[in-house]
């Protein structure tokens, strides 16, 4: 009885053969089955060949056998595109079967003619959707239902014209639940793929929507629930009317219907003053029962724990998650783990610190790699996040240290220099910790963040200038970053100790000047030559460079903690599409998927939109200009504003960096050593204020020269 | 939402293809096999391969969506951005109802934890084939309910228990149908608002069977104090109830449902039960429970999973374990183990197993304990000590000493320099991950959350009477004490 030895690849001929000799027999069906049994295999195999049956299989229809048709119909729907003179000939079987007494016959048959392309079908698909969605049985006008946004996808002109998708509309006043459920599935088909068409329900109907939710089977509640975000509350109590009647669906065993339940949740709360507080229960039952979810396998845990991260970017009052539940379990997944990581991180406040720090302490000391690297990251994270912690990270970062394996130390040099900057001149010690570590350091960023810090504590560290120089010593192949690193960090050494860093920089601003091909590298190396060797450098009353130092060595702003938001408008789309692809990549929808309609709160007396909050608006990632100039966290406050076209390159990072929750390396460094793009507009600065000099500058160059 | 369904063998090859929208082409397959199968660790890559960086890959407005079932991969295909959760929570329905189906359901339960296979999936490719038809609509899950594709599928499975009955049913619509009789009423299409059950259903005998499920989650540090635990529960049901019943669930006095109550902190006095965030089969009418706190509906045919809870206060732990493990020297390990049972003397826990971590590397072990058996497994770097039945309330002790290789004189001597600590380290304790300690083991007629099933009424028209049968069991999931 097994199928299995169908399952190869045919040829036409061979099985036309077999038909041949099948038809001979009295009593054909069993061998037509088999050879049609192999014509599916052919179809899942991807055999494009077979299409040269077409003939043959319309002479089939016309057995009466369910089952002959039913494999007739698939070969129908799979090859009539590649054959479509051919599948015109049974254009008038169809014709006849549309209206056959058997629905599981009108349905498949209304299934089979929706699916094919071509125009002769696409005609006698319309007629007979027409007749279908007002069908006696319910199944027929299900499947009905699902045929107009199939020939929606053919021939989305004509399916508008010829009004059927009116009469889908109709479909969902039905009687029976399921019908009316499908209807709404088509029709988000319909309206997510027609700039003109939208779903709009009014509030009885929603109701009644939501009536159905506690009789239908789980995939039918999905399509309701998704309904409801078509419906704009007027008023608060209506808003809170409906989630009271959606909150039941929390406790659905499908993990979809519970995000889709959420979904519509977190929508309708938009539309509410305060949820939290005029339902308390609220973000307990939210949470818990994402949670809940935890329990399912792990790729499901993986997209709860996604929209988990986005619901706590949002209105963190909404949801109450307990972090002890986040904890990562001994065999989670890698995607999991660093998920649960990141929600750790952002759930962790003056409170639960202990507890959070000692489960990160665990996972640091582990020999999974990538794992206690992103351990360390966290402490460092936190230590800038959570004041009041900030010793206990560090020493347990120094303890980490103090082993000397290269990726912790790499690591720790990295999150050190963030830490260094949020609390200058409280963790003295830990620099010294670092610096005896130098050696193992090789990669770029954690370079980097070494020749900082040792450029900014230069003074404060025996021998830098040796470290700094063993550091540096193939400067001329090191990544862009390190070079502009190197640059300030050699400056700064010659400005605080000129007696042992002269020699130093001269080779630095050498190698940048005329070895370097990179002109960004390049430049800075001349304006740092230039300031350096300017005729005001040393000021009026002839203290040594200090107009320059005055530009260099300059304090550095404060960084902060507070851009683990994302900007408020991606945000608001995102939360419109909790549960979907785009909730796990957390980026701005139409950067994922181009061609998603957008979606956004409608606006209705009743919604509230957020004020942007102080946090939010001193974050650094903020796109909009009136931010970047607050001097909280401007990166460079000497030099003004940044161009438009900086602007709109924050823009475009501000969902991914953000959401990662790490002080984005680039911009937590000080004015002077920068990243490539900002580089051009603050070269545009050093430009203006030195132009005037111009021509003594390039004297001055030749004279340093020489 | 789907746009196309792929079924994989372990080495990429397509077993079975489903398009149900324009948009990708089937040569789409191949992308996936090149990007995921190939590169991964268990696939064609072998360990070579890497780790499972995510289980969603987007490339351009395309995204698969995939899960394994033993070394078959379900792959699903969908293009801009669609919900990800009702595709994920589809194929791990997909995938069980597979299960049932191929492996031929006569008890369900089974079947759902045999594996699917290639050869099963080829030997069944057609009414896999013609299920993936009829389960989906236009790329929309519609019902993957059995009750309900009875009646649709005509391919007749290898090993056939389930749809036997419906077939003979389809044969005669289908004879009536040919002899132009009209809508017969085996003919008409079973869509009722109840789309998990069937009208018509009979039972000579009326039983319902309660299965309450708990897995007990801990994890402790080694002072045996408790960093987390919570339980996992279920309640199943098989039911074999003729008609339409409505059945009303009720828990007892102690137990608390929780989801609507103000405070959670007010709450766990000692002695309650507090349920949280229970999920409910489709069956079960929320808006009932929400309202009236009362768990009714009409249940499915046969077997399903009625609700599943989560409890997280006042958990009886069934067994404490305080571990003591001590370095000796740089090569020897010794540990000493303490087992202490804490549920009712009279039920036994059985199938216990604690397995103890050791380093790589082990030359010689040494164990002894005052019950049970112990034995050490060099091929998993593991002492692992099994009782058959461990009583309640008793306490037992095994005490191990292991030694580790390679860790001669010149290991000692080549510490300082930088190169060689990283190799010497790797086989050393210092560098030993220190997995925890885990314990598995079985109890039956015991529920760690304390909850119990105090009612169960089962009404229909006819008034038949119902025999019912309970049953409660704790199983570990991930019991696990750090040291």
Same mark, same amino acid.
């Not at chain 1, 995000?259 to 938009?270: D, E, Q």
């Not at chain 1, 339902?279 to 935890?294: A, H, I, K």
């Not at chain 2, 768990?295 to 404490?320: A, K």
């Given at each position: ?148 946004? $199939? ?121 509410? $003053? ?426 001055? $160059? ?5 | ?38 590169? /991964? ?236 965030? /229970? ?87 040494? /164990? ?116």
């Amino acid at each position: 009885m097994s199928d299995g030895k169908y399952f190869a690849k045919s040829k036409s001929v061979e099985l036309r053969a077999e038909l041949e000799q099948a038809l001979k027999k009295s009593k054909p069906q069993p061998r037509i089955k088999i050879v049609l049994r192999k014509v599916i295999a052919n179809i899942i195999l991807n055999n494009n060949e077979l299409a040269n049956l077409m003939p043959e299989i319309t002479n089939l229809l016309t057995i009466d056998d369910l089952e002959i048709r039913k494999l007739c119909f698939h070969y129908f729907t799979n090859y009539a595109h590649i054959n479509p003179q051919g599948a015109t000939e049974a254009l008038p079987i169809f014709a006849r079967f549309k209206d056959d007494v058997s629905p599981v016959v009108r349905a498949l048959t209304l299934r089979t003619i929706s699916s094919i392309s071509n125009k002769d079908y696409v005609d006698l698909t319309v007629h007979a959707v027409r007749v279908g969605l007002k069908d006696s049985d319910p199944h027929v006008r299900k499947t009905a239902a699902y045929a107009v946004s $199939r020939l929606y996808q053919h021939d989305p002109k004509k399916t508008e014209a010829q009004g059927l998708i009116d009469d889908l509309n109709e479909l969902l006043y039905d009687k029976t639940q399921v019908v009316v459920s499908n209807a709404l599935a088509s029709l988000s088909y319909v309206t997510e793929h027609s700039k003109a068409l939208s779903l709009t329900i009014d509030k009885a109907h929603s109701m009644a929507l939501i009536s159905h939710l506690s009789t239908t089977n789980e995939w039918c509640q999905i399509y309701i629930l998704n309904s409801l975000m078509s419906y704009v509350p007027q008023t608060s109590e209506e808003a809170l009317d409906l989630i009271d009647a959606t909150i039941p669906s929390l406790q659905h065993e499908n993990s979809s219907v519970v995000l889709n339940a959420i979904k519509v949740i977190v929508y309708y709360s938009h539309y509410v $003053r305060n949820p939290e507080l005029v339902m308390p229960t609220l973000p307990n039952r939210l949470g818990t029962s994402l949670v809940s979810l935890l329990a399912k396998p792990s790729e499901i845990q993986f997209l709860v724990l996604r929209n988990v991260i986005l619901l706590l970017l949002g209105n963190k009052d909404l949801v109450h998650f307990d972090v002890e539940m986040f904890f990562c379990r001994y065999d989670d997944p890698i995607y999991v783990k660093d998920t649960k990581l990141e929600i750790i991180y952002l759930l962790a406040n003056e409170q639960n610190v202990l507890v959070v720090l000692k489960e990160l302490e665990e996972y640091a000391t582990e020999v999974d790699v990538s794992m206690a690297r992103k351990a360390i990251r966290a402490f460092g994270n936190l230590a800038v996040k959570l004041d009041n912690a900030a010793d206990e990270c560090v020493s347990v970062i120094c303890d980490l240290i103090s082993n000397g394996i290269s990726y912790i130390v790499q690591e720790s040099a990295i999150v050190l220099k963030n830490i260094l900057r949020k609390y200058p001149g409280r963790f003295n010690f830990a620099v010294n910790e670092i610096t005896k570590h130098y050696k193992v350091i090789d990669e770029p960023d954690a370079k980097t963040a070494m020749i900082w810090i040792l450029g900014q504590y230069c003074e404060k560290i025996e021998k830098s200038e040796q470290i700094l120089e063993d550091l540096i010593s193939n400067f001329k192949d090191d990544p862009i970053e390190v070079q502009y690193a190197t640059l300030t960090a050699a400056t700064k050494l010659y400005l605080k100790i000129p007696e042992k860093g002269e020699k130093l920089v001269l080779q630095v601003l050498k190698w940048a000047t005329e070895e370097v091909d990179n002109p960004d590298i390049r430049d800075r190396g001349f304006i740092y030559w230039r300031l350096l060797s300017s005729e005001d450098a040393s000021g009026q009353n002839g203290v040594f460079q200090e107009n320059t130092k005055q530009i260099i060595l300059m304090p550095t702003p404060l960084i902060s903690a507070d851009n683990d938001n994302i900007d408020p408008k991606i945000l608001e789309e995102l939360e419109l599409n909790i549960g979907t692809l785009a909730s796990i990549y957390l980026k701005p929808v139409d950067h994922v998927f181009r061609l998603a309609k957008r979606k956004q709160l409608v606006n209705s007396p009743a919604l509230q939109r957020k004020a942007p909050r102080p946090i939010t608006s001193s974050s650094a990632r903020d796109s909009t200009p009136e931010v970047t100039h607050s001097p909280q966290v401007n990166q460079n406050p000497t030099y003004g504003t940044f161009s438009p076209s900086d602007n709109l390159h924050q823009k475009h990072d501000s969902g991914r960096s953000s959401r990662n929750s790490n002080l984005s390396r680039k911009k937590s460094f000080d004015s002077s050593a920068s990243s490539n793009e900002e580089g051009g507009s603050r070269k545009n600065s050093f430009a203006k204020m030195l132009s005037k000099k111009a021509s003594q500058l390039a004297q001055g $160059r030749k004279g340093s020269k020489s | 939402m789907i746009t196309a369904l792929f079924i994989y063998d372990a080495k990429g090859d397509v077993l079975m293809s489903k398009l149900y929208k324009d948009g990708v082409k089937r040569n789409i397959s191949d992308v996936f096999r090149i990007q995921i199968i190939t590169t /991964s660790k268990t696939g064609a890559g072998g360990a070579s391969g890497r780790d499972v960086r995510s289980p969603i890959l987007t490339l351009g407005s395309t995204s698969f969506v995939y899960i394994r079932s033993s070394l078959l991969w379900i792959c699903v295909v969908a293009r801009s951005n669609q919900d990800c959760s009702a595709i994920l929570e589809f194929l791990y329905n997909l995938e069980s109802l597979l299960k049932v189906v191929l492996n031929g359901g006569a008890d369900a339960n089974a079947s759902v934890k045999k594996p699917l296979t290639d050869e099963l999936v080829i030997n069944n490719f057609n009414l896999i084939y013609e299920l993936l038809d009829e389960v989906v609509e236009f790329g929309y899950p519609t019902n993957l309910e059995l009750s309900y594709l009875k009646n649709l599928i005509t391919t007749v499975p290898t090993s056939d228990n389930i749809f036997k009955i419906s077939n003979s049913v389809l044969k005669s619509a289908k004879n009536n149908s040919s002899k132009g009789t009209t809508n017969n009423p085996n003919n008409n299409m079973p869509i009722s608002d109840i789309s998990w059950r069937n009208p018509g259903i009979k039972y000579r005998r009326n039983e319902i069977f309660l299965n309450v499920g708990e897995k007990i989650n801990v994890l402790m540090n080694a002072e045996s104090e408790v960093l987390r635990s919570y339980v996992d529960g279920t309640i199943r049901m098989k039911t074999h109830l003729s008609g339409m019943p409505q059945c009303r669930f009720g828990l007892g006095n102690n137990s608390i449902l929780l989801n609507s109550f103000a405070e959670r902190s007010g709450l766990p006095n000692s002695g309650t039960v507090t349920l949280e965030d /229970s999920k409910f089969h489709q069956c079960v009418e929320l808006n009932k429970f929400d309202s009236e706190r009362v768990i009714q509906f009409v249940p499915p045919d046969g077997e399903f999973q009625l609700m599943s809870y989560h409890c997280r206060s006042n958990i009886n732990l069934p067994f404490r374990v305080y571990p003591q493990v001590q370095e000796i020297g740089r090569s020897k390990l010794s540990y000493k183990l303490r087992i202490k049972s804490c549920f009712p003397p009279k039920v036994p826990a059985t199938n216990v197993q604690i397995r103890i971590p050791t380093p790589k590397g082990v030359i010689k072990s040494y /164990s002894s304990n005052s019950s049970g058996k112990s034995k050490f497994h060099p091929e998993e770097n593991v002492i692992i000590w099994k009782f058959n039945k461990f009583f309640g309330e008793q306490e037992h002790v095994l005490t191990a000493e292991v030694e580790l290789a390679g860790n001669s004189n010149d290991d000692i001597k080549d510490d300082d320099t930088d190169a060689d600590k990283s190799f010497t380290q790797s086989n050393s304790i210092l560098n030993w991950t220190r997995p925890p300690i885990t314990l598995e083991f079985k109890i039956e007629m015991f529920a760690c959350s304390g909850l119990s099933v105090k009612f169960l009424k089962v009404h229909e028209k006819s008034n038949y009477k119902t025999v019912k049968w309970v049953k409660y069991s704790t199983h570990s999931g991930s019991y696990d004490i750090r040291y």
